[in-house]
């Protein structure tokens, strides 16, 4: 059984920072690209960063270049996502997912999702 178990969520001011860890279980996590997205409310789930099988290769939306930057340890099975400079806009459920093999943009190219995690940026 495939597990995605996002934490580390929350309420920070603007300008603050948070950092979302993904711990997987039950799949061969090396194997995977991860990503995470978001879904504000009233909103689609966007793609926010993607990360390939081994961390060479990275991939962010253009609207937090520079602010967020993700990272995995294959050997914890964890993937991260460090959110500096936080902005209101920001705000959003954030889940991570897994795909077999390459980095995606696409949602629907993921195999596997968490059940997503709250961050909430006051201004």
């Known amino acids: 059984q495939v597990q995605l178990v996002e934490s580390g969520g929350g309420l920070v001011q603007a300008g603050g920072s948070l950092r979302l860890s993904c711990a997987a279980s039950g799949l061969f996590f090396s194997g995977y690209a991860m990503g995470w997205f978001r879904q504000a409310p009233g909103k689609e789930r966007e793609f926010v960063a993607g990360i390939s099988t081994r961390g060479g290769n990275t991939a962010y939306t253009d609207s937090v270049k520079g602010r967020f930057t993700i990272s995995r340890e294959n050997a914890k099975n964890t993937v991260y996502l460090q959110m500096n400079s936080l902005k209101p806009e920001d705000t959003a459920v954030y889940y991570c997912?897994?795909?077999?093999?390459?980095?995606?943009?696409?949602?629907?190219?993921?195999?596997?999702w968490g059940q997503g995690t709250q961050v909430t940026v006051s201004s």
């Open positions: 997912a897994a795909n077999w093999k390459s980095i995606s943009e696409v949602s629907v190219h993921y195999d596997y």
